[in-house]
């Protein structure tokens, strides 16, 4: 099958999709483990397959290129979920201080109050590069790619955050491991 036709062509590129959605929704069903979600992933990629037809430059078979689609959007999907479900962890545990003493909740508060107020004080792209690695699990290399930095600065602005943070968070730090102690569960 010619890859410029399936640009133009209706019927072609519903028999594109007829030849290899179940075959796709299998692949990402075992990536995802969920049927909805993988049958999403799929429809959604060919859905931009055909919007951005004219535009794609397809250098392998269609059919590698279909494969490494839906692999690439159900790792973006899963990270997404984790980030998801981390920041929900996060949510109950801060509305759900009850279980805490009175003294507690209240540094826990004024220590969240601080942490902001020291993010806040980083340099915008040094307090950037630190909440992509440290809050969406970025790694170097994906924040380097993604702000077109080389790993080596990636590797500073960390360290520069990092040096920062506990500068204006020294008062905190007998405060921060009272505060392990009893969030122990969500930072592991």
């Known amino acids: 099958m010619n890859p410029t036709h399936l640009f133009y062509d209706d019927r072609a590129f519903e028999q594109l999709f007829k030849d290899h959605f179940k075959a796709l929704h299998a692949y990402a069903s075992v990536?995802?483990?969920?049927?909805?979600?993988?049958?999403?992933?799929?429809?959604?990629?060919?859905?931009k397959f055909w919007e951005k037809r004219e535009l794609l430059d397809v250098q392998s078979s269609i059919k590698a290129y279909?494969?490494?689609?839906?692999?690439?959007?159900?790792l973006n999907l899963l990270k997404h979920q984790k980030?998801?479900?981390k920041y929900q962890d996060f949510a109950s545990y801060?509305?759900?201080?009850?279980?805490?003493?009175?003294?507690?909740?209240i540094e826990m508060t004024e220590l969240e109050y601080n942490l902001s107020l020291a993010l806040n004080e980083l340099p915008e792209q040094c307090r950037t590069i630190f909440q992509m690695s440290r809050f969406e699990e970025l790694k170097y290399r994906e924040i380097a790619d993604r702000m077109g930095l080389s790993v080596k600065t990636i590797e500073n602005q960390m360290?520069?955050?990092?040096r920062i943070?506990?500068?204006?968070?020294?008062?905190?730090?007998?405060?921060?491991?009272?505060g392990l102690m009893y969030y122990k569960d969500y930072f592991n």
């Open 83 to 85: 980030i998801k479900t």
């Open 66 to 74: 279909l494969y490494k689609s839906v692999y690439h959007d159900s």
């Open 165 to 178: 943070l506990r500068l204006e968070l020294a008062d905190f730090l007998s405060l921060i491991l009272l």
């Open 31 to 47: 990536i995802l483990k969920d049927e909805d979600d993988a049958e999403e992933i799929v429809q959604n990629m060919f859905l």
């Open 159 to 162: 360290g520069k955050a990092l």
């Open 94 to 105: 801060s509305m759900n201080k009850q279980h805490l003493p009175a003294s507690s909740r």
